[in-house]
């Protein structure tokens, strides 16, 4: 009797030490699956905030914000995130957290839609020679708020390039005399207007015939000027609210302090000398090649055009055509300052909605897409005005 009692408590108690083990076993399972259930949660949550960070960084500045950021000790665990450019104008997003032995991943591919259909100087022929003496010039696409009392840029976007180029030849010519980061090439379009990317550009051919018919007839916004003109002093045309068309036959050369409001349209060379000159709208100078010298402390609110005709005057469309025309000679010197600037070329509804509709800017837009291993809705896209 003894005896079976004994046997009965040492298999009771191995029983429950078994039981008991179990019940530990279980627990320290169920608080591993907790611990690794929350790991998960707070690794899926550092990658959607790094991954809305650095989203919202390559909207901002979609042309330079470029990261990639490797493991960084974050609370618990560490954090990763990239935006690396691919190909076609991509840029690759990708944001990873890391605790304990969770990691979570989201990528995606962002791409710029829309934009303007200028760019702060835009050079429509074939280029002989371009040289960027010093290194205070400033060609610049960002959106640029001409009332802004500093001069400078305004954070309006990006919403055009420095420098662009119809012809390739003429954007590898334009690299090698001028800093490449300032330049973008085209391609032709019809009708000769040119794009770059999916953003159609201006209709040159078209913005010319829509200048000269606004002045075939007397038109008090219209100064015309026969031969070259030395544009010295003081003087001023037009202003913001009432801007002007001057129209020249000729070269047309900027010394002193003179400002300008509307478009000036010369047939011939465009130049600056010395003094801080100041235009804002739309500067385009049309001729057979053309020797276009920019020097002083000129400030140019708007967009330039400069392009080659035919020894007639009359333009051409295609490349090929473009090719063979008289080419472009292009200095700059000194200290010029090119801001592109919407506002500015918005001003000229006051002479024209047609003009205005033809250089008006579109909404530029920063596409998220094909986003993978991400969790609940992500948006589609991030919109910048």
Known sequence: MGKSALLLVIVSLYSWTLTNSNQKNIFLEREDEQAFYEEKVLAREQ???????????????????????LKKPYRDGNFSMSALSSTNNVVTVLATGTVGRAEYSIIGDMIERGGTKMAALNIDGPISSARGVGGS????????NPDDLEGM????????????????????????????????????????SFTYG????????????????????PNPVCIMMDGNQIFAGNDVFGTREEPVIVIVDGNATFRGNIRGYGVLYIKGNFNTEVGQPRWEGLIYASTSGGQHELRGQPKIYGAIVLRSTDTDGNPVATVEEKEDLEPISFTVRG???????SLALSRLSFLSAELTTMLKSEPIRVELTNVRQAAGNMPTYYEVQ
């Not at 990658?47 to 950021?69: C, E, K, Q, Y």
């Open 335 to 341: 200290e010029p300052q090119f801001f592109f600037s």
């Open 153 to 192: 840029a305004t954070g309006q976007g990006p919403n055009a390039s420095g420098v662009h180029t119809v012809l390739e030849s003429a954007r590898i010519e334009m690299e090698d005399g001028l800093r490449p980061e300032l330049v973008t090439g085209g391609k032709i379009g019809a009708g000769g």
């Open 47 to 69: 990658a959607l905030s790094g991954f809305d960070m650095v989203v919202s960084n390559t909207v901002s500045d979609f042309d330079n914000f470029r990261i990639d950021l």
């Open 137 to 144: 010039y400033l060609f610049t696409g960002v959106n640029t």
């Open 198 to 217: 999916e953003n159609e550009f201006v209709d040159f051919d078209r913005l010319s015939d829509t200048i000269l018919s606004l002045c075939d007839v």
